[in-house]
C-alpha cells in the first residue's frame, strides 16, 4: 500500500493465497476504499 501511495496510483490489485486458489482477486479503488471480488 505504501508503493502505491508513493506512486499515486489509482487502483491495487490483491491477489492472497485463498483468492488465487479459488480463481478470484481484489481491485481496491484507493480514491473511495470500494473493493470488488472478481473472478478470473
Known sequence: ???ANK???KY???IGG???N???LNVK???N???QLIKY
Do not use: K, P
Open 1 to 3: 500500500m505504501r508503493e
Open 7 to 9: 506512486f499515486n496510483a
Open 12 to 14: 491495487v490489485v490483491f
Open 18 to 20: 485463498d483468492e488465487f
Open 22 to 24: 479459488r480463481g478470484e
Open 29 to 31: 479503488n484507493l480514491s
Open 33 to 35: 476504499g470500494e473493493q
